[in-house]
Structures are given as C-alpha cells and as structure tokens.
C-alpha cells in the first residue's frame, strides 16, 4: 500500500513537472493584462478565467509551478545532502560524535516547525530562498534520523565485518557499504519529502 501511495505520488509530481516545463507553450505570458475580460469565467480564451488585473490564472499556475519546484528541490536536496551526511557520519563514527549530532537534531526537533520557518525567513527575509533555506532546516533532523537507523543496523553488518577483517580502509567501508544500502531509505524519504512539499505549498 505504501509503495502504491509512492509511486501516485511521484506520478503526480511528474506530471506537474511536465506541465511546468512546458508552461511556455501551453498558456501565455503569465504577466499579460486584458482589463476588460478582468474576473471572466472560463472560456476557451481563458481556461480557467482571469483574476481582478485581467490576468490568465491557468498561465500564473503553471508559471508558479515552477518557482514551486525549484523551492522544494533545492530545500529537500541540501536537507538530504546536510542531514543524510550527518546521521551517517554519526551511525558510523559512534560515541560522543553520535550523541553529539544526535542532541543537536532533538533540538531542532524541539522547535515548533512553524515558529522555526518564521524565524529563518525573518532573518532572511521573505522570497523562495527565505522558503527554501525553511523547509531545509526543518527536514534536516528528519533525514539524520532516517538514514541513521539504517546505518547503525548496516555497521555491525556481516559486510562491514568482512570488509573490516579483509583490512579495508575505514573510508572505503563508509562509502562502499554503509552509504550504498542506505540509498534505498534516502530515495524513499526524498521522493516522500519533495510529494509533500509540492502538495503543501500547492495548496
């Protein structure tokens, strides 16, 4: 059921992706005025009406559909990237590293999510990098969590077993063990994360 949820989900991206790529060719200029068919209801002129300037609402959709997408792929990018990297530098490294990384993402936790995204976006003001930068402190605990669980179990794996006693080096079994396995739980949370954040922000 899960993976039927998943694979609806990143369906309906890609199709919003689509529409957004190609919202050149499939609405005009989302800018354009034409005050006297201002709030007019659908008609093959305008699909789905216009707004109080005259303005095509299809053509603003589709051309906000890709400031959208580039707010959620880059917020959920650098929190997989920043987030993904600690909880598997923690799992790995264990000890002070690990519950030292570990107590900086409770704290970050402890925020309340809606008081933390007003506090960055009041330091960096308001816009899609103030959005972004948000969104990506918000996921980042999220994605530590997430990939380190699977990392401590893939540790103490018999891989990393055999490849400890074949002697090979400690970065090597970090990047050719316990980072490829845990890609199947990145992916699955990135595509979870950039759905959501689509379907929020659309809303």
Do not use: K
């Not at 077993?161 to 990145?186: E, N």
């Amino acid at each position: 059921m899960n993976t039927l949820v998943l694979r609806l989900g990143a369906g309906l991206v890609a199709l919003l992706a689509l529409l957004a790529l190609f919202a050149p060719w499939i609405a005009g200029p989302p800018d354009a005025q034409d005050i006297l068919a201002r709030l007019s209801p659908p008609t093959w002129a305008h699909l789905l009406g216009t707004d109080n300037l005259g303005r095509d609402v299809l053509s603003r959709l589709l051309f906000g559909l890709r400031t959208l997408f580039a707010v959620s792929a880059v917020s959920v990018g650098g929190a997989l990237s920043i987030g993904g990297g600690l909880g598997l530098l923690a799992a790995w490294l264990g000890g002070w590293a690990d519950r030292i990384a570990m107590r900086i993402m409770d704290m970050l936790f402890a925020f309340p999510v809606i008081l933390l995204a007003i506090g960055i976006i009041a330091v960096l003001g308001p816009g899609a990098l103030g959005a972004a930068v948000a969104i990506g402190v918000v996921y980042i605990p999220i994605f530590a969590r997430t990939l380190r669980g699977p990392a401590l179990v893939l540790r103490e794996g018999e891989m990393v077993a055999a490849a400890r006693s074949a002697r090979v080096r400690s970065g090597a079994r970090l990047s050719h063990q316990v980072s490829y396995r845990s890609a199947t739980a990145s992916r699955r949370a990135g595509n979870v994360a950039i759905c959501s954040r689509v379907r929020g922000r659309s809303r």
